[in-house]
């Protein structure tokens, strides 16, 4: 199973609300992403977490919440987003953290639109 | 920011034909990856080359590695409308596994 699958597809919310999105995989990564991409622009590193700890922040918004549960499951808690935040956030995994070495598998993404 | 440059932005060819784009970039790589990214969806990793390589193939696929140039090229050969998409390199710099995306090059592919 070389799937990495994201819920929800869409997600339409109101600036006060709470949502979250979830990725899973199963092909035992320990290494999991979130990217979020514009239109016409390339994906933007979020979070990394390796071993189920976050191991890069790119300076998100605290607005933004990752999460990971356990190896398979990653997390992103959404609060208080503004507009702006509209965008495409697609979830990855890979086999480690290890320079030059591993490929990034990635989930169709969740669109998110917010109000 | 080690973001990589593509050209051209967007490419329109007839089935059959060669495609080529390039991905230029400005700070050394540990490996090269090129991406497959059809309209609102994930991406697919096509290829990887690392940074003492200077050339690999996949099927229809050559990409190219010219570390002293920084840069290196896409060579889609006898091009399929199914090829129509975008593609973006992406760069693996330092440690870790921290990606960065190209620009991308949109390339439509016309029966």
């Known amino acids: 199973d070389t799937e990495v699958t994201q819920t929800p597809k869409h997600l339409v919310m109101g600036m006060t609300n709470k949502k979250s999105l979830k990725c899973e995989q199963h092909m035992g990564h320990r290494a999991m992403y979130w990217y979020k991409q514009k239109a016409k622009k390339p994906p933007e590193l979020m979070f990394v977490?390796?071993?189920?700890?976050?191991?890069i922040n790119e300076s998100v918004p605290s607005r933004f919440s990752p999460e990971c549960p356990n190896s398979s499951l990653l997390n992103l808690h959404l609060h208080a987003l503004q507009p702006e935040d509209s965008a495409l956030y697609l979830c990855a995994s890979s086999q480690e953290v290890l320079a030059g070495t591993d490929t990034q598998y990635f989930g169709p993404g969740t669109r998110l639109t917010v109000l | 920011s080690q973001q990589g440059e593509e050209d051209p932005q967007a490419l329109s060819i007839q089935e059959g034909e060669n495609a080529t784009m390039n991905c230029s970039y400005k700070?050394?790589?540990?490996?090269l990856q090129w991406y497959r990214q059809n309209s609102g969806r994930g991406l697919v990793h096509l290829i990887l080359?690392?940074?003492?390589?200077r050339e690999k193939h996949s099927g229809r696929l050559r990409v190219t590695l010219d570390t002293s140039k920084k840069s290196s090229s896409l060579l889609i050969t006898a091009s399929r409308a199914a090829d129509t998409a975008s593609y973006f390199c992406?760069?693996?710099?330092?440690?870790?596994?921290?990606?960065?995306f190209g620009t991308g090059t949109q390339l439509k592919v016309e029966l």
């Open positions: 080359i690392r940074s003492n390589e």
């Open positions: 992406g760069l693996l710099t330092g440690g870790g596994n921290k990606l960065t």
């Open positions: 977490y390796s071993y189920e700890k976050l191991s």
């Open positions: 700070t050394s790589i540990n490996n």
